[in-house]
């Protein structure tokens, strides 16, 4: 079974540009977020009512998407992934109404139950950025976006939260607000910690 990285972080702080950097180097397999090509993604932008299938397709995706990184010979890199869904983005949608406490409750259980046959990833790689460098590259993107960037700083604290639960070694904050476009600090960062780790 190989070994997994999750890319985390809120809505538009660089986890899509700093797995693709990645993916240019020899031995790592990537798995996306997909937005543009979920089936609920964009009926949910336009109407609440979409929100638990969303979030359903979101962890079935991503469970999937695991099985495969992990069947590969090559580390497995996922731009977010199961994790963030659920103690990033149902967490918002649940504060912002746009989930009921019982849709929240169903997303909670299957969230656990994929858990308990998927392993979590051995690395999580948080990335922050200051707000304007958030604002400016969602507002670049040419992508459906649920979360804005007034949700970031209420994202980070759910993000915190979840975090403060992981070992120190499994997880690798950066400050991606002055990253260069190829993120090569960010890479040689995580390249660095998995030589540490023995991965």
């Not at 977020?33 to 336009?46: A, G, I, W, Y």
């Not at 996922?78 to 918002?92: I, K, Q, Y």
């Not at 948080?126 to 670049?140: M, P, Y």
């Not at 976006?145 to 639960?165: Q, R, V």
Request: glycine share 6%.
């Amino acid at each position: 079974m190989s070994r997994l990285i999750s890319v985390v972080g809120a809505s538009g702080v660089g986890k899509t540009a700093l797995v693709q950097a990645i993916s240019k180097l020899d031995g790592f397999t990537t798995a996306y977020e997909q937005h543009n090509d979920r089936p609920f993604q964009s009926l949910f932008k336009s109407d609440s009512h979409y929100a638990l299938a969303n979030q359903i397709d979101y962890f079935l995706l991503r469970a999937e998407q695991e099985r495969e990184l992990r069947a590969s010979s090559q580390i497995g890199i996922m731009d977010g992934g199961l994790d963030l869904d659920f103690h990033g983005f149902t967490r918002l949608f649940l504060h912002r109404g746009l989930l009921s406490e019982p849709e929240y409750d169903l997303c909670r259980r299957l969230y656990a139950l994929i858990r308990t046959s998927l392993p979590s990833p051995e690395l999580i790689v948080l990335l922050c950025a200051d707000e304007r460098t958030v604002a400016g590259r969602l507002s670049a993107r040419e992508r459906i976006n649920i979360a804005s960037a007034e949700d970031t700083a209420l994202f980070n604290s759910f993000l915190d939260e979840w975090l403060a639960s992981i070992p120190s070694d499994q997880l690798l904050e950066l400050d991606v607000s002055n990253e260069a476009i190829g993120y090569e600090r960010s890479t040689h960062a995580i390249l660095k910690r998995l030589n540490d780790l023995a991965f």
